[in-house]
């Protein structure tokens, strides 16, 4: 989540290095592609490198860029995943439906039953969006885990969409929680207590 591309493609290439290192049966985003929109095509051509189906939602700064959605749906399809606009898609197999959310919608596609169901949304708050259904994992990101996080205190600032949700694993009533620290930077290359990470998840 929230790789926030901003031109370092040999960074990117390390991340997607990283994640083909994990041999994930399929890859989740969960937004924040880029600020701007000059950086789409560079970040998708190194996204298409991911050896796996890869699945993902929008983030705010996707929309901000004005970037258009038509590459990425292209690219995410290439790999034999899916951009989800409001949509749900299923994994490679069939036992895992991934259900994916955009910031503009309140979209409710119900958990079918018979299958393990996944919810991707940018902002860890949307898991309020779609109660009363239960999911059996809800993947968010945005928060950046506040980047920087002060011992005994916490993330020193939260951005709107989070709550309490800043970082890590919570159980809501719509299902079990994980909100990830993020790839990427937004507003300044610092972080401290809050390491970028690449989240594996075994279900």
């Known amino acids: 989540t929230d790789i926030h591309h901003k031109g370092d493609r040999e960074w990117l290439a390390s991340v997607v290095a990283r994640i083909n290192s994990l041999k994930p049966d399929f890859v989740c985003f969960t ?3 880029i600020e701007e929109k000059q950086h789409v095509a560079e970040a998708l051509a ?3 490198k991911i050896d796996t189906p890869l699945f993902g939602v929008p983030g705010n700064h996707d929309y901000w860029s004005k970037a258009d959605f ?17 949509e749900v898609m299923s994994a490679p197999g069939g036992r895992v439906l991934i259900h994916g ?3 503009e919608h309140a979209f409710v596609s119900p958990p079918k039953p018979g299958v393990k169901n996944i919810l ?11 109660e009363p259904h239960r999911y059996d994992l809800i993947l968010a990101g945005h928060s950046h885990g506040g980047q ?3 011992p ?30 993020g790839i990427g930077w937004f507003f300044m290359n610092v972080r401290f207590r809050c390491r970028p990470e690449i ?3 075994e279900i």
């Open 31 to 33: 937004g924040d592609l």
């Open 46 to 48: 190194e996204l298409q």
């Open 70 to 86: 038509a590459p990425f749906k292209k690219t995410f399809a290439a790999t034999g995943g899916a951009w989800l606009m409001d």
């Open 101 to 103: 959310l955009t910031c």
């Open 120 to 130: 991707l949304a940018h902002y860890p708050l949307w898991w309020k969006k779609v």
């Open 148 to 150: 920087v996080r002060i």
């Open 152 to 181: 005994f205190y916490g993330p020193i600032s939260i951005p709107y969409g989070c709550g309490e949700f800043d970082l890590g694993h919570f159980e809501t009533p719509a299902g079990p929680l994980y909100v990830g620290s």
């Open 199 to 201: 989240t594996l998840v």
